[in-house]
């Protein structure tokens, strides 16, 4: 049997070792996976999205990411990747989150954003 088969088996039959070591949360958590630690981080942060996580789990996913050579522009896309799984108010209340993880003022650009939907030039 191919080894992800067996680990898929494994996890149907709740194999408390195999669980154990895929929920671990360590560093080596990753290498299981067979993933790069990039595009690890970007699934996992796919996933506190979906989940509605806290800010303080994207602030940590995404430091991660960003540690395992991800640009700011691809902790986005991971959020528009989501957004149609994750829904509106998700993706809105992980837009916020996530701009405070990459160091986007998002509250200074708001103040600058009129009603009309356009950014004031004077600011």
Same mark, same amino acid.
């Given at each position: 049997?191919?080894?992800?088969? +067996?680990?898929?088996?494994?996890?149907?039959? $709740?194999?408390?070792?195999?669980?154990?070591?895929?929920?671990?949360? #360590?560093? +080596?958590?990753?290498?299981?996976?067979?993933?790069?630690?990039? /595009? $690890?981080?970007?699934?996992?942060?796919?996933?506190?999205?979906?989940? #509605?996580?806290? !800010?303080?789990?994207?602030?940590?996913?995404?430091?991660?990411?960003?540690?395992?050579?991800? /640009?700011?522009?691809? !902790?986005?896309?991971?959020?528009?990747? !989501?957004?149609?799984?994750?829904?509106?108010?998700? /993706?809105?209340?992980?837009?916020?989150?996530?701009?405070?993880?990459?160091?986007? =003022?998002?509250?200074?650009?708001?103040? /600058?954003? =009129?009603?009309?939907?356009? !950014?004031?030039?004077? $600011?």
């Amino acid at each position: 049997m191919d080894e992800r088969e +067996d680990m898929l088996r494994s996890l149907v039959l $709740h194999d408390d070792g195999i669980v154990a070591s895929i929920l671990a949360e #360590d560093a +080596d958590t990753w290498r299981l996976s067979r993933l790069d630690a990039k /595009t $690890h981080a970007l699934v996992r942060l796919g996933a506190l999205i979906a989940l #509605d996580a806290p !800010v303080v789990s994207y602030q940590s996913c995404v430091a991660l990411a960003l540690a395992a050579g991800a /640009t700011a522009d691809a !902790v986005v896309d991971a959020l528009i990747a !989501v957004a149609p799984i994750a829904g509106e108010a998700r /993706t809105a209340a992980a837009a916020a989150g996530l701009a405070l993880a990459i160091g986007y =003022d998002i509250d200074a650009a708001l103040e /600058t954003y =009129d009603a009309r939907g356009s !950014v004031d030039q004077d $600011h």
